[in-house]
């Protein structure tokens, strides 16, 4: 079973402060991972992916993440996060055919001003 | 950028009803998708089809019928609505391709049946 698990439901920083927003995926041979976005009342929007490479990769509005194969990991970050950073984030994952996502349970980012 | 579209935004049926959810894709994209979204449980796909007339069995599958009339439009079909299918529904548009998927998603459809 291909799962992607997001332990962390909610993560509260202050604005300025840097972030990490941790994935782990349970998927078998070659692997496509995601991370999207949701503002409140709104749908999600694409963040950043991964698929082979440098397993640092780079994202909008700063996000980076980085893939890990022994840890199965892909972790978000952000340096300096501002209030409108404030959202759900979804990690998602797929095999190599990738056109069917499995999404995370999400986290809730909250970003105090 | 891709638009997806979602009607309605919001709607209010009872436990038996029949309920449509429609939504439109106007960039050619193949692939489609309905997810379910609920607190603890993240998106969950119910069906997906990668072109007019054709259908994918999801994860969730049960209780929902879909059908993909055009490469624009994919409906959401719920015949005898139960409460456990109240929820926020979106559906999205891909054009997939080995190593990439980005999905695109509409602004979502919260359904409520009482």
């Known amino acids: 079973t291909q799962t992607v698990s997001q332990s962390d439901a909610h993560v509260t920083v202050f604005e300025g402060d840097s972030v990490e927003l941790r994935c782990n995926y349970s998927?078998?041979?070659?692997?496509?991972l995601s991370w999207y976005i949701q503002h409140h009342g709104r749908g999600l929007q694409f963040l950043l992916k991964?698929?082979?490479?440098?397993?640092v990769v780079q994202g909008v509005n700063g996000f980076e993440a980085e893939f890990s194969k022994s840890d199965s990991s892909f972790h978000l970050r952000k340096a300096s996060v501002h209030w409108s950073d404030s959202a759900v984030y979804f990690c998602a994952a797929s095999t190599n055919m990738g056109y069917k996502l499995t999404f995370g349970t999400g986290t809730s980012l909250l970003v105090d001003p | 950028e891709a638009a997806v579209t979602q009607s309605p935004r919001n709607k209010v049926t009872v436990t038996g009803g029949n309920v449509t959810l429609s939504c439109r894709q106007t960039?050619?994209?193949?692939?489609m998708y309905w997810y379910r979204q609920d607190t603890g449980h993240g998106l969950r796909l119910i069906h997906y089809?990668?072109?007019?007339?054709?259908?994918q069995i999801g994860d969730v599958p049960d209780g929902y019928k879909a059908t993909r009339t055009t490469q624009e439009d994919f409906f959401l079909l719920l015949e005898l609505a139960s409460p456990s299918q109240t929820s926020l529904y979106f559906c999205?548009?891909?054009?997939?391709?080995?190593?990439?998927?980005?999905?695109?998603f509409g602004a979502g459809t919260r359904l409520s049946v009482l």
């Open positions: 991964y698929y082979s490479g440098n397993p």
């Open positions: 998927y078998g041979g070659s692997i496509y």
């Open positions: 999205a548009s891909s054009d997939w391709d080995w190593g990439s998927n980005t999905l695109y």
């Open positions: 089809s990668y072109g007019a007339g054709n259908l």
């Open positions: 960039n050619s994209h193949n692939y």
